[in-house]
């Protein structure tokens, strides 16, 4: 149950004894939600009620009531019985006591009418809107708070800024939306009411947080007009909103503007911005921040000390790194595992393995990360017998986990000793350390560079056994593998049992894969395996349907292009020259011209042209269907291109437009060719001065003009 606090106040002077017959029009006809009307009120209950506020018949006894009711139906009840009893009346406390009930229980038409019945009665004063929105404030119930201040403004209450500011502080907290803020601050406006840097801190806050930071920075370089100068939060605000941005260079400058103006950070401040500074590796104003943090008497916490020394473990800085570290223990704060792994990084970034086990063991780590970190160092510049000995060192300690296995199995399987990680993994196994899909993966990765893929198949046909998925780099490895022997079939096997684990090949294997099934003719099976891979997440890059798409051809099946098209285009996967060249192809293959003219249209507009082969197909196939006007447009924006039209096409051109009636533009590709300096064959020059006799078969004729010399076309046109 709900009991929100009540201050109980004495009754105002001026209030008349008479006020309680006003209480009845509200209570009368309020209507209870069907959600709290399930239980209705115990009939005994509620007469021991009533003979209890007959016996004390108080305001202050009414409101103990109503607070220790917990069934919103039975306190209205009790309300309205009292509102009718006389000498008993209403107060500033039973009406708060009703209005917060309501409230709270998400009934906000009721609450509304006893706000106005209340004002009415007893005209609440700014003190007792304020109460009422700060209760609703604590529990996190805006809307009715806003509601309550809507009320009150419409009520000719002047709010105070302090209440505005706890409203704005629980719209922002809560993530209400935008305008409800707008919404508060223009009642201020409009109220006179003078915003100090706390309100305006609200404001620009939620500026940034709605993704609106220039604003923000608008807001930010006006607060002297508003006579407010800013403190720490705004610029710790500013600052933030900034770094959610990427403006790295802003964020600096904002800083230095705060030192340049003397404004002094608080502790949040600096608990805020240093771990913001150096994630964007500002070491220099990061370290300076943090001596004047120090020297202000502020202790750091855990997360600024965690920061501070991952920028300088990224800046290489080891030693300061350790200093900054002792430091931290000292104000006994314990660190975190990371802060360990990141200085044992630095150490085997310098080569400083046996330095980074001593530092372990001085500061007595007990946590496996750190040491597992090491134990990579080791195996990444293959000091495999040094890290066998910290291996067996972490097992003594009981500081090994299955981790810690296969880091060094996983080594030695990069570097082609396989046989040694078999017997490490042997070990792992006696020491009841029981293998996983990391384990396997490893291994089948090792035997992957060793070239041994049968080998490899037969783990991985071990781990399916469990279930278990491998990494992407084992996964593609293997796959590569056993597609370059040959074996199709158990690759796909790999395929299809890792897509249904959700685990996504990478693209260039997954295109050798399907490259090698449309080798077999197989393009069934290739269409499957990519809807396997959409399913997956493993990605198709425009080969990979091309590929597809030629097989397809091969096949003559032009229609399924069409069906893989609408899916390449619908899984947002941008066609490339070649996959418009070969869908072109199969296009006109199958005599499909308006959407080879389609295609043709859209591949000059994302940019591309189609080679000589493709294009010559593609008019030829136009001008037998008397379609070539259809591409006039895009033809024209790809002639100035070097070496997209030969004489020939234009030729063909030429004709197949003067057949379909439109001579303008015959005319206008007639200027074009004869700019480039080539002069018409003597089919197209007889037809355009009106020598051609007859129109039938120009255009099939001219196919066959493969290799013709346009000298001795002139010269036969001159003979005739």
């Given amino acids: 149950m709900l009991r929100p606090l009540i201050i109980l106040k004495r009754l105002p002077a001026w209030v008349s004894q008479n006020s309680y017959f006003s209480s009845i029009s509200c209570t009368a006809h309020i209507q209870i939600s069907s959600e709290n009307n ?3 009120p115990n009939s005994s209950e509620f007469e021991a009620t009533m ?34 009893k006389n000498p008993f009346f209403q107060t500033l406390e039973t009406y708060s006591q009703m209005i917060l009930k309501l409230g709270l229980a998400g009934n906000l038409i009721e609450m509304e009418v006893f706000m106005h019945e209340m004002i009415k009665v007893v005209r609440p004063t700014e003190e007792d809107f304020a109460f009422l929105i700060r209760s609703f404030c604590k529990s996190h119930r805006i809307r009715e708070a806003l509601r309550v201040f809507e009320i009150m403004i419409d009520a000719n209450c002047k709010p105070s800024i302090s209440m505005c500011n706890v409203l704005l502080s629980a719209i922002i907290e809560q993530k209400i939306d935008f305008q409800s803020v707008m919404f508060v601050y223009k009642e201020m406006v409009k109220a ?46 500013i600052i933030g909103g900034l770094f959610l941005r990427n403006r790295a260079n802003e964020m600096i400058e904002i800083l230095n503007e705060m030192f340049e103006i003397g404004c002094r950070p608080d502790c949040v401040f600096y608990n805020n911005v240093i771990p913001l500074i150096c994630r964007i590796n500002r070491l220099d104003e990061g370290i300076e921040l943090f001596k004047m943090m120090r020297a202000s008497g502020h202790l750091p916490d855990l997360e600024v000390y965690e920061a501070l020394i991952g920028c300088f473990c990224k800046n290489l800085q080891l030693d300061n790194a350790i200093k900054l570290l002792s430091d931290m223990m000292e104000t006994s704060l314990t660190p975190a595992a990371n802060i360990y792994v990141n200085i044992v990084n630095v150490f085997c970034e310098l080569g400083q393995l046996n330095e980074a086990m001593i530092f372990l063991d001085e500061k007595s780590v007990s946590d496996t990360t750190p040491y597992n970190m090491l134990l990579e160092g080791y195996c990444h510049v293959g000091r495999f017998p040094e890290a066998y000995v910290l291996l067996r060192k972490m097992v003594e300690k009981f500081l090994c986990n299955k981790t810690s296995w296969n880091v060094l199995i996983r080594g030695l399987c990069e570097r082609g000793k396989t046989s040694y990680a078999f017997e490490v993994f042997e070990r792992m196994i006696a020491a009841s350390y029981m293998p996983d899909d990391a384990t396997y993966s490893a291994l089948i990765s090792g035997h992957c560079k060793m070239r041994q ?32 022997l040959e074996k199709i079939q158990e690759a796909v096997e790999v395929f299809y049992y890792l897509s249904g684990k959700r685990s996504s090949l990478s693209a260039p294997s997954f295109k050798l894969l399907i490259d090698r099934i449309c080798l077999m003719g197989k393009v069934d099976e290739a269409i499957r395996l990519r809807s396997f891979a959409f399913y997956s997440g493993t990605p198709s890059c425009p080969a990979t349907y091309t590929t597809i798409m030629q097989a397809l051809c091969k096949f003559n099946r032009a229609k399924d292009i069409l069906v893989l098209l609408s899916q ?116 197209t020059h007889g037809l355009l001065i009106g020598n051609a006799t007859k129109m039938d078969g120009v255009v099939k004729e001219f196919e066959y003009l493969d290799g013709y010399d346009k000298v001795s076309s002139i010269l036969a046109e001159g003979l005739e």
């Avoid at 309100?199 to 407010?228: H, P």
């Avoid at 796959?479 to 370059?484: E, S, T, Y």
């Fill in 38 to 40: 399930q239980n209705p």
């Fill in 51 to 84: 003979q209890f506020l007959e016996k004390n018949p108080y305001p202050g006894k009414l409101v103990s009531v109503l607070d220790f009711t917990s069934d919103l139906n039975s306190a209205i009840n009790i309300f309205k019985w009292a509102s009718v």
């Fill in 192 to 237: 006179g009411i003078v915003p100090s840097i706390e309100t305006l801190n609200y404001l620009i806050e939620v500026l940034c947080k709605t993704d609106r930071i220039d604003t923000a920075l608008d807001q930010f370089r006006r607060l002297k007009n508003k006579g407010c100068s800013p403190n720490s939060t705004t610029f710790m605000i």
């Fill in 453 to 484: 893929y049968e080998d490899a198949f037969k783990l991985f046909s071990q781990a399916r056994t469990e279930y278990w998925c491998l990494n992407s780099i084992s996964y593609a490895e293997l796959v590569d593998g056993l597609c370059h």
């Fill in 568 to 683: 390449m285009l619908v899984e947002g996967c941008a066609l490339d020259a070649k996959a418009y060249c070969v869908l072109m192809h199969g296009l006109c293959t199958e005599n499909m011209t308006n959407d080879a003219s389609l295609l043709f249209r859209q591949m000059v507009s994302d940019g591309f042209v189609p080679d000589r082969e493709t294009l010559n197909t593609l008019l030829s196939c136009l001008a037998n269907q008397s379609q070539l006007h259809s591409v006039t447009n895009s033809l024209e924006k790809i002639i100035p291109r070097e070496g997209s039209l030969c004489s020939r096409m234009f030729n063909l051109v030429i004709i197949g437009l003067w057949k379909e009636g439109y001579k303008h533009e015959a005319s206008k590709f007639l200027d074009q060719m004869l700019e480039k300096g080539w002069v018409p064959d003597a089919v």
